[in-house]
């Protein structure tokens, strides 16, 4: 038997173009693509404040996860993308107000830059429904 593909949208105007959602159920696993502070209007939140950012696209993590019928605590990892390495102890910090209690694996890179110089961090998540819901 067959898994059902659920398809996750933001309504971002990029999607459709690049060809990818933020994120996507099969089965028990949901994957929820690199998330950036930019909403689907396309404004960005936080420039300048990594911390800020980190809690938006936390959040907007948090919402894909979600709508995708899972929650924080089925998060079983994160990879997180800093343009420097500076910021990544707050960056941490803001995660584990979210992953305290859960402890996912999680990886910490730092890259030369993300598709728009006002980014400073992205992440990526995958969950695991601990029953299929």
Known sequence: MMSERVNISSGAPWEPIAGY???VRVGQFIEVA???A??????FHG???VV???QFVLEKIQNAIEQAGGAMSDVVRT???VTSKENMMEVAKVHGDFFRDIL???TGVEVSSLVDERLLVEIEASA???SDS
């Open 79 to 81: 990879r997180i993308f």
């Open 21 to 23: 959602c933020r994120a």
């Open 38 to 43: 930019v909403d689907a209007e396309g404004n």
């Open 34 to 36: 690199g998330t950036t």
């Open 104 to 106: 996912p694996v999680s």
């Open 47 to 49: 420039e300048g404040d």
């Open 128 to 130: 695991i429904i601990s």
């Open 52 to 54: 800020a950012q980190t």
